[in-house]
């Protein structure tokens, strides 16, 4: 049996920061993550060549004040690179539809239907209300339907249309304007994965997959997938909710019970590299939303241009076998197979918070206090990386000082 001050279950954003943090307040912290590297959503895909793409987070902003000085301190600050300017476009089928970004919205909009709706945006509240019954209001409920739904849906990649009208889209009152608004980094964003784990005190084991959790005379014990058995005082499980309440049933009941409530969503994503003269035809991007199709969204490269390549991130619908997304992919870009190189596939589990979504959290909150136990994730106040981060310096702070 190992033994360390902490125990981490989950090597994405949130695992990694909260490790982190621990380490640099002297803890000896081992992450288990069930994955063969450390990352999450932080799914960086690098090529021989050194041409990268996302297949998850694409984007960091400048209010993100919880992530910059976490990247300060892990030496990061010199590979922050600024993005360039890209588009939001529709499809409609296999077809672009002309104009980009507010142009394209303005062209698909039935503005009859917006002319009697748009009034309603005065001193309209998002209190109690989903993504739908807020948005659809203000725009029309033909507009929402046909245009702004899906383009909102293509955020968090799943139907967005039940989410709390509060939880879309966060404005935060802090920018650091010695960062680029919009950046990413020079390796891309599993850069910032890479370092934390790297961090003093902090090892990390890929390919654990943590199998159960119960308490101990000492803290806790956290059982992997082969057997093997690691105890600590303090335990961070940073899981989707269904992960985090099975590893409770055992050791937490009622937290078990709570958690299993907040409802989930699969992604299936793939990326994939493209030689550029292959898609001159597909003008500069950053989101290509579908009216309707069998993916959510993709995203493209093109926000760090290269000469020679551009890559393409498709986030799929649940449900189809590989070929199929590979077929899809390659119609929908006027591709053959063989254009598709360096491709690459990653299952997600996103939250998918609905009404009450803030009550449950609530409840997760109340009944963890005093333990010597965080729970962690992207299923709190928020989908962002800056949300991931704050919660775990958040339950850090209340952990450490339980500790002392």
């Known amino acids: 049996m190992s033994k360390h001050d902490v125990v981490v279950v989950g090597g994405g954003i949130s695992g990694l920061s909260f490790a982190f943090e621990a380490g640099r307040a002297g803890r000896t912290v081992l992450v288990l993550e069930k994955d063969a590297r450390p990352g999450g959503c932080l799914a960086t895909r690098r090529a021989g060549s050194g041409y990268w793409f996302e297949l998850g987070a694409h984007t960091c902003y400048n209010s993100y004040a ?67 019954e807020f948005y659809g209001r203000i725009v029309g409920s033909g507009n929402y339907a046909r245009v702004l739904g899906p383009m909102l849906s293509a955020v968090p990649s799943q139907s967005a249309d039940a989410f709390p009208a509060g939880m879309l889209f966060k404005s935060r009152d802090t920018r650091r304007k010695d960062f680029p608004r919009s950046f990413t980094l020079r390796g891309g964003l599993q850069s910032a994965a890479e370092a934390l784990a790297s961090a003093p005190n902090v090892d990390v084991a890929t390919g654990r997959a943590a199998t159960g959790l119960a308490a101990a005379a000492s803290g806790w014990v956290v059982t992997t997938e082969d057997g093997e058995r690691h105890e600590a005082g303090l335990v961070a499980l940073a899981t989707p909710p269904g992960a985090a309440s099975a590893l409770l049933s055992k050791a937490a009941a009622e937290l078990s019970e709570t958690t299993a409530r907040l409802k989930e969503a ?139």
Not at 76 to 85: C, D, F, G, T
């Open 66 to 132: 919880s992530f910059t000085t976490l990247l300060e301190a892990c030496g990061l600050r010199s590979e922050v690179q600024a993005r360039a300017k890209t588009h939001l476009r529709f499809l409609d089928g296999d077809r672009l539809v002309p104009g980009s970004n507010l142009g394209v919205l303005l062209r698909l909009f039935s503005w009859p239907e917006a002319a009697v709706s748009l009034p309603r945006m005065l001193g309209a509240s998002k209190d109690g209300k989903t993504v739908a």
């Open 266 to 404: 699969i992604v299936e994503s793939l990326g994939f590299a493209v030689r550029a003269e292959k898609v001159r035809h597909i003008p500069v991007s950053m989101f290509l939303v579908p009216k309707a199709d069998v993916f959510h969204s993709i995203v493209t490269r093109d926000s760090v241009p290269d000469a020679d390549w551009r890559a393409f991130s498709f986030h799929f619908r649940p449900g189809l076998a590989r070929d199929e997304r590979l077929a899809r992919a390659a119609q929908v870009l006027g591709l053959t197979r063989g254009d598709l190189e360096e491709a690459s596939e990653r299952r997600t589990v996103l939250p998918s918070p609905v009404l009450g979504h803030e009550t449950v959290v609530a409840e997760v909150d109340r009944l963890s206090a005093g333990k010597p136990l965080a729970i962690l994730g992207n299923w709190f106040a928020g989908l962002s990386i800056e949300d991931c981060v704050d919660r775990s310096r958040q339950e850090w702070a209340r952990l450490g000082a339980l500790t002392g």
